[in-house]
């Protein structure tokens, strides 16, 4: 048997019971884990997180994020919008552009991201998504999302999922406004958002 294949259970059960630095220690996370053991990782304050405007590739951390976006992107609306919390807000989305809309709180700089998804068989699918860790301490957002036609408005209450990252193809199973294809008149979606905190919006 090649020595390759050999295992020593001794070894093996003091590497896992050894305490290793978090991954995201270099960013300035304290916490230690057990080898092998990725629970808090999932939850880290320090996990990395990508910038949501289209076609850029900035990662860091959530606060980190914030202040790029602030720096970079505010100037151009069409590629990050402002927005205040408890403020509902008219927006549209170029569908023939863009599958999504990138907002920045004024105050406070959290980022929201309204994503659509083209369903193969029909209609549309839009999600409201906040780019921050899954960390038990930051507060959790919900949300008033609504589709605006002439006489209807289709209006969903949710709270807010937190991501680190956008991903273009994925189509949500849960947590979704449905629009059907008789409300899409052309590729400009227009629609209102509300956000604010804890669950103010899920019961509306």
């Known amino acids: 048997m090649p020595i390759g294949d050999i295992r020593c259970r001794a070894m093996e059960m003091v590497i896992e019971s050894s305490a290793v630095p978090c991954r995201y220690a270099m960013y300035g996370c304290k916490e230690t884990t057990l080898y092998g053991d990725q629970a808090h990782e999932k939850v880290c304050l320090y996990t990395r997180c990508q910038c949501p405007v289209t076609n850029c590739n900035y990662a860091g951390g959530y606060k980190e994020v914030e202040a790029h976006a602030r720096?970079?992107?505010?100037?151009?609306?069409?590629?990050?919008?402002?927005?205040?919390?408890?403020?509902?807000?008219?927006?549209?989305?170029?569908?023939?552009?863009?599958?999504?809309?990138?907002?920045?709180?004024?105050?406070?700089?959290?980022?929201?991201?309204?994503?659509?998804?083209?369903?193969?068989?029909?209609?549309?699918?839009?999600?409201?998504?906040?780019?921050?860790?899954?960390?038990?301490?930051?507060?959790?957002?919900?949300?008033?999302?609504?589709?605006?036609?002439?006489?209807?408005?289709?209006?969903?209450?949710?709270?807010?999922?937190?991501?680190?990252?956008?991903?273009?193809?994925?189509?949500?199973?849960?947590?979704?406004?449905?629009?059907?294809?008789?409300?899409?008149?052309?590729?400009?979606?227009?629609?209102q958002i509300c956000v604010g905190s804890e669950f103010k919006y899920v019961h509306i």
């Open 71 to 191: 720096l970079l992107h505010s100037w151009d609306v069409e590629d990050l919008t402002p927005f205040v919390f408890n403020t509902p807000q008219i927006f549209s989305i170029n569908l023939a552009r863009t599958s999504r809309a990138v907002f920045q709180e004024e105050k406070e700089g959290d980022m929201i991201v309204v994503q659509t998804f083209k369903r193969t068989n029909a209609g549309l699918c839009v999600t409201v998504n906040h780019i921050a860790p899954l960390s038990l301490g930051l507060p959790n957002l919900s949300c008033s999302i609504a589709k605006l036609n002439s006489f209807t408005t289709l209006r969903l209450g949710v709270m807010v999922k937190r991501i680190q990252n956008v991903r273009e193809q994925e189509e949500p199973s849960e947590d979704f406004l449905f629009i059907p294809d008789y409300m899409l008149i052309d590729n400009h979606l227009k629609m």
